[in-house]
Each structure stands twice: as C-alpha cells, then as structure tokens.
C-alpha cells in the first residue's frame, strides 16, 4: 500500500493562531485526499474531499473559510486551521486514493491542542 | 439510526481466545472496509471486500451482502491485536467516500 505522512504529529498552539497540516503521499499519486477529524472515543468524521488542483467539497456544517484545503499536487494536501479555538482541538486524518485504486490510505494523523 | 452499525462496541479476551466483530450496514455499497486504529491514532486498512471472504495470517473478514452484514475474525489473539477495529463502506455510486462505524475497542490480555 501506498505510504503516507503527515506533519507535524503533534501541535499545540495559542488559541487565535494558524495552523497548517500537511499530508504527504510518499510513493503514490493521489488524485483524491480526504481530511477528517476525530474527537476522543468517537468514530472519523470527513470533513472534506480534495482533488488535486480543484476546489475542496466540503461536507455539511465544515465551515471552508476556517479550515482551509489546498491539494497543490498528487502528492501533497495541506488543512489549514485558521483561527484556532479551543473546540478545534482534535485529531486530523488524511487518507488518499489514486486513480482506479478504491482502497484508502491513511496517514498517521496529527493532534491538534488549542490552547 | 447509524448507516453503519459495529457490536460489540467493547470487547475484552485473553489470548489465544477467537475473536468476532461483527458489522451491519442499511445502505447499498460498492465496498466494505475494516480498518484497525491503534493507540497512537494511525489507521491502517486491513481489507477491503465486496463479496465473500478474504483471509490475511490470522485476520479473515467475511460479507454477506443479501444480509447486509460482515465479520471480522482473529484467531489465536495475542495482546498487539488490542486496538479500534473500524468498520467502513463505500456508499454504492461514491467509490471513495467511506462511511464510518463507531468502531470497536479491543483488548486481549495476557
């Protein structure tokens, strides 16, 4: 399967800062990137689907304007947290998929702490 | 109602003991996926099916799809089995986008 990372692992910033997580596809190239959120004890919850070089679609009550996707290249796709509050507090999953491939990737994910 | 319903929610075995997650699902589906999580957060994909049974060292995961149901089985577990095993699909028509189970939190002891 494909490998993938995400930086940083591990976060905790101010509240009222940005925050920019990036997902990295190492040996594949991915035309669609997902990004979810996970709060402690509870199932993933997708956020949004990023092709790349389009527009993110986002999924209901994920405001776009807070939680920024750019998908540059098939290989990278940054969530940019704007604005951090302490409710965004919470652990970011990327996961991909490339071409007719339907199985997902993940990456390791990265913990979110808003102070 | 969740689309996609796990039991048992929590589940505790010692080793060597076999093991059953069961998985039921009320939507049409392209895929069924199970999905371990450990501790740390990392998911890793253990298999993706849509029709009957495929079989990984001592993972084996089975679908019914007229029953709308799948099984996750481990055999002989041992303590690094303990982990999130996460149930997902693949809703029929939307190839990618997966829909969650609540997952299921083991713990096989020694």
């Known amino acids: 399967g494909a490998v993938v990372s995400q930086h940083p692992s591990r976060v905790i910033c101010k509240s009222g800062t940005s925050v920019k997580i990036e997902c990295r596809s190492l040996?594949?190239?991915?035309?669609?990137m997902f990004w979810y959120r996970q709060f402690p004890k509870k199932s993933l919850m997708l956020m949004a689907t990023?092709?790349?070089?389009?527009?993110?679609?986002?999924e209901q009550g994920v405001e776009k304007d807070k939680f920024l996707i750019n998908h540059a290249s098939l290989t990278l796709s940054t969530l940019t947290v704007t604005s951090a509050h302490p409710e965004d507090s919470s652990f970011y999953i990327c996961?991909?998929?490339?071409?007719?491939?339907?199985?997902?990737?993940f990456g390791p994910g990265t913990r979110l702490t808003v102070l | 109602k969740n689309e996609v319903e796990q039991s048992p929610q929590n589940l505790t075995a010692q080793e060597g003991e076999f093991i059953t997650i069961n998985c039921s699902y009320s939507v049409g589906i392209s895929a069924l996926h199970w999905l371990q999580q450990h501790p740390g957060g990392g998911i890793v994909s253990l298999f993706m099916l849509s029709s009957g049974k495929k079989k990984h060292g001592r993972l084996i995961a089975t679908i019914n799809i007229q029953e709308k149901h799948s099984s996750l089985h481990i055999t002989a577990s041992h303590p690094r089995d303990s982990a999130v095993y996460i149930c997902a699909v693949s809703l029929a028509g939307t190839a990618s986008k997966l829909t969650f189970g609540t997952g299921t939190r083991l713990q096989v002891t020694l």
């Open positions: 990023s092709n790349e070089g389009s527009k993110a679609t986002y």
């Open positions: 996961s991909l998929v490339g071409g007719s491939v339907v199985e997902q990737f």
């Open positions: 040996d594949f190239q991915a035309t669609t």
